[in-house]
């Protein structure tokens, strides 16, 4: 087989012996990342796979781990930006049923890592179950939202995690509670593996209630957020005490446009990615942007997107 000049840059070809073919498990060479996030653009994995279960997880992890092969998670791709270049190691979803389910228990739910938040909360709020139902409008998965601690109005989801799993870079798996559980502004101290699933706590609730209160949010947050496209992606996270999209807009940036990447003109802390639009577009927006607030405000805002 030819090979191409993405092959040289990533170190292999599709028919070579990858550090993976003995473990009987699905890896893909060159996946193409932009079919798994929202901007959809952006470079190929150089190794991708769906595990089915944790144990085919745990040989995975451990293989990149005694191969040194670099390992990345994604979620629903609504909060990352691949380079053109992709990314040169193994990228995981848990999108397998055995990572996605959504269990309701006594005052709870127990869900697993790929499940969507979206199924999530509607779970919750069909067995009468509140304090999730400010998350409707967040797009992704229960991982991405763990990772970084997901806010609705009035409220985050790490305010009713009670347990976390993750599986450790070793294989080894541990279930985090209390105060090994860290969560911030748009932050979490979960960062240091791989999430496989949670434990929320939850209040019971008359489920008519609910339902009503759940789909008033989703019309606040249908209203507010970009439609007609999912090309787009959230700039930056709201500094304490006032609104990202506020400064963005008394700063005179909501205009912008870097090649195929504008700021949204019905809300200025998102961006759209029109076709043809580049990972580096989208980065340099963020970056112009980001110094007109600078500049104009004096404020330094810190990006939501997280650039891979
Ligand atoms: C239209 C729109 C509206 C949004 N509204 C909100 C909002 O209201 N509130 C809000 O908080 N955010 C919002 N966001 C940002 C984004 O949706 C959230 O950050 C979301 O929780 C990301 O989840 P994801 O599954 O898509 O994660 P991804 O984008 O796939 O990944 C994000 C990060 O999490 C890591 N990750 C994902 N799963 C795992 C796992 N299982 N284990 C370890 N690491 C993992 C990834 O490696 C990456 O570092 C919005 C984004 C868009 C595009």
Redesign the pocket.
Known sequence: MKQTAADTAHGSTQASLTPFDDLGLAVACREPLSHHT?LGIGGDARFFCEPIDVEALTRLVKRCSDRSVSL?????????LIPAVGFAGMVVR?SAPAFCNIDVQRGGLAVG?GAK?VHVVSAAVQAGLSGLETLV?????V???L??N???RGGDIGQRVREVSVMLHSGAVEVRQGTSLSFGS?WSN??D???IGCRLELDEENPDQLTKRMQKQWIV?RSE??SGTRS???MFKDPHGTSAESLVLQSGARDFRVGGATVYAAHAN?LVASPGCSSDDVRSLVELVRAKVRERLGVELTP?I?MW
């Open positions: 929202w990345r998670v994604i979620g629903g791709g609504s909060n990352i848990l890592a938040l409008g967040v797009p992704g998965t991982g991405g939202a990772i970084g997901a806010d609705g748009r979960l960062d593996g791989i999430v947050e957020q970009p787009v992606a959230m998102y939501q997280e």
